[in-house]
């Protein structure tokens, strides 16, 4: 698969994308990743990207026709709606967007090319997000100087769910947030550090036991850090009244 980052800043990605999993997934060729100047799809001596708002206002707004030039140059569709039934995505970064998540990460996955859409300054003409985009995504609720960091996070998400990216010993499909609850807790050696024991059951060779304390520890640490995914995981009835009663301190 192939992913086309449309971007003021090129140069940003000099080496975001050669490190661990992404470096070894684009060296096996299961993946294309390319940062292209924006400006390229200008046509004035100055190779301008942004004008004022109308209506007022501080900072300046990217314009729509370099970006919807290095769409349509990008994958020979000028709209969104010319993609519907193909496997290609326009995918415009926004603080507007809905937020990203595994199960986009999952359908990005399954695409022949996905464009990332980076936005700077202020902001990007909304006809960018109404016409030439086919998804408007935000990666959370802080504010970025710029779309670029957030384009990294989404090809990194994206990249080791590509089928082969993260050999054989590893399987996407059984990582924790598939399943909707944070990982269990880790420990390696030494047993106590800094006066902290490392839990007894995870010394011992019991791996019923050991998988029934992970699975516990796992909602307790979802509930006291991911009370939102805490409230949609998938537990079983006597879960949920088990950690219902020791609430009640039974
Ligand atoms: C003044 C109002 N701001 C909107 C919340 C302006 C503004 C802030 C930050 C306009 C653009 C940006 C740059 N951020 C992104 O392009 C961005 C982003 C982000 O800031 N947070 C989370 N996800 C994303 S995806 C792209």
Redesign the pocket.
Known sequence: MKFDIITIFPDYFGAVFDYGIVRRARAAGLVEIGAHDLRRWTSDKHKIVDDRPFGGGDGMILKPEPLFSAVEGLTGAGEAKELAGTRKRVVL???Q?RVFEQRLAAELATCEQVVLI???Y??VDERVAELLATDE????D??????EP?AAVVVDAVVRLIPGALGSETSAVNESFAEGLLDFPHYTRPPEFRGRRVPEVLLGGNHAEIARWRRRAALLKTRRNRPDLFARAALTEEERARLEEEANGC
Do not use: I, K, N
């Not at 995504?137 to 959370?140: A, C, K, L, N, Y």
């Not at 802080?142 to 779309?147: A, E, K, M, N, P």
């Open positions: 970064l926004s603080p967007g980076c936005g700077r202020e902001g995504v935000s990666v959370g802080y504010v970025l100087s710029g779309g957030a």
